[in-house]
């Protein structure tokens, strides 16, 4: 692994998508870092012009198998923007009870199998069962909870084939949603109980002095709808996020990096930045288990956000009980709409953190331009950032160079990377074969 | 017992959607385990081990010039195959630059210099190495991958039914959204394996489990027009996450060549 003065993990194992990590040194000091993402890009803004408005939600689902509701609910907001087109009170529940599904199997997954095995030394979920077996056989009860509450409204719990422009295909079936229930209402506790576990973890010290970015709503804790709001600065409208948010190239990654304006610094997306910035806004059961459990107010150790992640379980269970006990179906399930020339933009909270989408559609209904922001290429700058600094303070310690490695890794797991959205592309060599 | 089959799970430019629904088949999943050794999971497990294999479970599209030579490496080192997904087994939704104009795509990229190799096509696995499975679907059925996991491990070849979605609506009693509602649906001529899901969601299906094997498109094209869907509206149902796969490439041609014929 490691090579002289650099380090190298070639591959990241339990995060989605493919990066690697280069540490370089010189004189024992740290000379750079890059997260690397190698992921292939996939070109999907470019492959959406000139298609049909109607196939974004079905296409930009595909960018990412882990979080294909948000991709699908960030693209139908910015379309329905551009459309003109307001939803009913009862679409928009029913999409809050969607993306709760998401939220709890992409969490679960993430908190069991990917991240805790990293707090015991273990390679993996099914190591980690060996010695946790109760714990780890609950979090997989949890995530499945949070696929078939996607599978009950969308069909099937990957690529969901429900979500349409103006709304749904078809309200779901009530049954097999009223079914879920009696999971959901032993999913709360159970919930509850995953996150007072994961407070005993033996966290590392690192704190960050981080911008926290993250949608924001008055009266809900927000998913599909409100303004951008910062730690730092302040609360934009969303259709300002292009003025105030930009991309720019660097040659180690095939995803572009978002830099925050007018100082081109990073900030941080995600569960972190969303109970720090809307905590009052959980839900009871979550906002007193935050206060039970000790969590830090505006907690700055990007390790603790495998804890965001269990009070966001939390809650999402608790919305969907809600939801689910009150279904109202009544009124359209799709509004219908005229296409016209027109741009439309959308923020949500993917469960990785802020997704963006833009369409620019034409009178026909075509997709002119697409531009799509997935959250992990807006934090990929503040990771490297905090790598510098975790690993500028261990060479100051007898690390091995191991270790460093190991720990490196670690700490980019604890942000829940999902690489596989490299919707963008920088350097592309055609070579015609 | 002879010892397990060492399993390796490998990705290319896919959205990691097929191997997830591996992780999502709780209940099957420990079962997995017990028959079959993955040694190599990235998704799953920090352990990762070389090859040999016996079994490379293989997600994903051929997209770059350092895949190509990766996907040749893998096929060497291990005994059996699998290709999982559309993307794998057709390229995925990325393989739509085939269609692309390349000039033009390429004025939307970045004047910096290369630094990764990609290619101007998203090609299956199969156009590189020898296959000795294909899995269809965008995502695969869970089932259907344990399914041809176990055969394999115990040496016999999976039973995986290849008839029609639309044989799936009829037995499932669906309503059929073309007749009740002039939808275009691909349902005639794509492969079963998603138990008829659209339809049951009052709409057409758009082929993501790929065409059936012997899927006669002129007659389903045919009634499309006489129902007044235009050309400009098939062609893009047509080109989506299976756009390269014969039938449906051929099809969406067709409609190309005579974009006005209204039989
Ligand atoms: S076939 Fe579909 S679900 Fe599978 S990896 Fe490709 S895009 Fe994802
Ligand atoms: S009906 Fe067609 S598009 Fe829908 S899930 Fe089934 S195969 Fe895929």
């Known amino acids: ?433 | 017992m002879a010892r397990k089959p060492r399993v390796a799970v490998m990705k290319f430019a896919s959205c990691d959607g097929c191997q997830l629904s591996l992780l999502d088949a709780e209940d099957e999943l420990l079962a997995v385990c017990d028959r079959l050794d993955f040694v190599y999971f990235a998704e799953a497990s920090s352990v990762l081990q070389p090859g040999p294999y016996d079994i490379a479970v293989v997600e994903g599209s051929i997209t770059t010039v350092e895949d190509e030579q990766r996907i040749r490496e893998l096929r060497a080192c291990s005994t059996r195959l699998v290709t999982i997904g559309a993307c794998a087994t057709a390229g995925g939704i990325q393989a739509l630059r085939a269609w692309g104009d390349s000039q033009e795509w390429i004025r939307t990229i970045y004047p910096r210099p290369e630094y990764i190799h990609a290619l101007a096509t998203s090609t299956p696995i199969a156009a590189h190495v020898l296959v000795d499975y294909e899995l269809h679907g965008c995502p695969i059925n869970a089932h259907q991958l344990i399914e041809v996991l176990i055969a394999f491990a115990s040496g016999r070849s999976p039973n995986i039914p290849a008839h029609s979605v639309c044989l799936d609506c009829k037995r499932r009693g669906t309503v059929c959204v073309m007749v009740a509602r002039g939808q275009a649906c691909l349902g005639p001529i794509t492969r079963t394996g998603c138990g008829a899901l659209c339809p049951t969601y009052n709409r057409g299906c758009y082929g993501c489990f790929g065409p059936v094997d012997g899927g006669n498109a002129p007659p389903l094209l045919a009634e499309f027009r006489r129902q007044g869907h235009a050309a400009e509206q098939l062609v893009p149902l047509l080109r989506n996450f299976n756009a390269t796969a014969p039938l449906f490439r051929e099809a969406g041609e067709s409609l190309l060549d005579n974009p006005t014929d209204d039989r």
Request: one cysteine or more; aromatic letters at 8%.
């Open chain 1, 1 to 433: 692994m490691t090579d002289g003065e650099t380090i190298n993990v070639p591959i990241l194992t339990r995060v989605e998508g493919e990066g690697a990590l280069t540490i370089r040194l010189k004189d024992g000091q740290l000379d750079d870092v890059q997260l690397r993402i190698y992921e292939p890009p996939r070109m999907f803004e470019t492959l959406l012009r000139g298609r049909p408005l109607e196939d974004a939600p079905d296409i930009t689902a595909r960018i990412c198998g882990i979080c294909p509701v948000a991709y699908q609910m960030s693209s139908v907001h910015a379309l329905e923007q551009a459309l003109g087109v307001a939803i009913t009170p009862q679409i928009r529940r029913l999409r809050r009870l969607l993306y709760c599904g998401e939220w709890i199997e992409s969490h679960a997954l993430h908190v069991h199998l990917l991240h805790t095995p990293d707090f015991f030394g273990e390679s993996s979920g099914i190591e980690l069962a060996r010695r946790f077996p109760d714990e780890v056989r609950r979090g997989l009860r949890l995530k499945k909870h949070g696929n078939d509450l996607v599978a009950a409204i969308g069909g099937r719990a990957i690529h969901p084939v429900n979500v349409a422009v103006g709304g749904f295909h078809r309200w779901p079936p009530r049954e097999e949603l009223r079914k879920l229930i009696h999971d959901f209402e032993w999913g709360l506790q159970a919930a509850m109980e995953a996150a007072r576990w994961t407070a005993s973890f033996p966290y590392p010290q690192l704190e960050n002095d981080y911008e926290f970015v993250a949608v924001s709503h008055p009266d809900e804790y927000a998913m599909n709808e409100g303004d951008i709001a910062s730690s730092k600065l302040s609360t934009i409208p969303v259709d300002q996020y292009p003025m105030v948010f930009v991309e720019h190239q660097v040659p180690h990654s095939t995803a572009l990096q978002a830099v925050r304006l007018p100082a081109r610094s990073n900030y941080l997306l995600g569960p972190l930045s969303r109970v720090n910035l809307n905590r009052n806004r959980l839900r009871p059961e979550a906002r007193q288990l935050a206060d039970e459990i000790g969590f830090p107010a505006m907690c700055s150790n990007p390790y603790r956000g495998i804890q965001a992640r269990c009070l966001e379980v939390v809650h999402a269970y608790g919305e969907a009980l809600e939801i689910l006990r009150e279904l109202d179906f009544s009124g359209p399930h799709r509004l219908p709409y005229q296409a016209r020339a027109a741009v439309g933009r959308a923020a949500t909270e993917a469960p990785r953190g802020l997704l963006f989408h833009e369409y620019e559609i034409d009178a026909a209904g075509k997709i002119v331009q697409a531009r799509i922001v997935p959250p992990t290429s807006q934090n990929q700058g503040q990771i490297e950032c905090d790598l510098r600094k975790q690993l500028t303070w261990q060479l100051t310690t007898a690390t091995t160079r191991e270790a460093l490695a190991r720990q490196a890794e670690q700490l980019v797991r604890s942000y829940d990377p999902c690489i596989s959205c490299a919707t963008h592309f920088l350097k592309i060599q055609w070579k015609n074969s």
